[in-house]
């Protein structure tokens, strides 16, 4: 089977390609811009995430025999189409915010810059990642923001297409989250993974006893089981009885959360395992985390309402056109005027303003020129393909950890509203220049 990208696209971009092709323009010097024109409702800011997945993904999009094959027996486009596929290989920049990097209404937060012909194939994959990746990356962020400094760990795997799982992991990773379930991700990124058992190995073995002392001979004492498949205090009694004081932890996943973590604690140290650390699960999304900040828990896993976005599964980004080559062959700004969904033409700068005192005021962009900036602010747009050649650090392992120091750092220097839950404004606004 072909490893190639080309085909994770809609069938209209090749379309206007061909079009284009047919009228000369397909070659002119183009800029896209990818932004978002609000975040969810009742956000205060969003996070960026996917890029280093569609740099690998630019890899290998490149349309190959059997890709072809596909679109001449199905027609889709024109020979002369064909010929032009057959031979394409971006050469042209892309360059934007670092992955991890938080963004705001119309933050420009990826730009291409080439003909017009490569940037237009690209629209559709450059979407599909970055609207998914950031709607987890967004969400993960304010739920590791409501848990503090006790640890989430990503575990939605089964809620999701398996390569959304990875997706899913990926970013959560990036945005704080200590752990995930997934393998094929710990695998791809160099991520640590996480799990012992479900509610199925309790429920194969004859007793709870069974389950519980076949666990701790296989994994250790410092494993964590799960303890309320049938009666928790009963449970937690048996785990104490059988693993001692060095018992790893426990974990609840049903429940009122709050009041069975606290009376499972109270147990617990009356039992004498007051280093057995207690791990909540069960529907949870950055409200519940925060409800539960008051209650004895050491850590949260975390899975459908994480790889779903937490109730915004895509970011809403668009990727429009933002300036071309005129017939003159020179560079003119370009736009969007329909009502509501309106965008600036020209090539954007953006500059995050930063005050004495290290916090983030506000989102400057400057259009066909850098905006204006002192020694507090910091310059957003990165390079990350320089003429067709995808430059190091941004990819695998490494693109993970760059990802997370930024997004770290970038959350740092945010006012202190934006660790709010309640609906508001962004935290900063954007402003043109």
Partial sequence: MSTSTALLTDHYELTMLQAALKSGAAHRHSFFEVFTRRLPAGRRYGVLAGTGRFLEGLKNFKFEKEELDFLANTHVVNDETLEYLSNFSFSGNIFGYAEGEVFFPHSPVLQVESTFAEACVLETFILSILNYDSAVASAASRMSLAAGNR????????RAHEEAAVAAARAAIICGFTGTSNLEAGRRYGLNTIGTSAHAFTLLHDTERDAFQAQLDSLGVDTTLLVDTYDVEKAVRLAVELAG????????????LVAQATWVRQLLDELGNTKTKITVTSDLDEYAIASLAAAPVNSYGVGTKLVTGSGAPTSSMVYKVVARENDEGVMEPVAKASTGKASYGGRKYAVRKINEQGRAT????????KAPSDSNDRDLMVDFVKDGKILEGFTGAEGVRRAAERHARSIAELPRAASRLSEGEPVIPSQFI
């Avoid at 640890?151 to 089964?158: A, Q």
């Avoid at 004081?245 to 009122?256: A, T």
């Fill in 151 to 158: 640890p989430c760990l990503e575990m939605g795997s089964r």
């Fill in 245 to 256: 004081p060095e018992l790893g932890g426990v974990r609840l996943d049903s429940g009122d």
């Fill in 362 to 369: 506000a989102e400057v962009i400057g259009v066909d020129a």
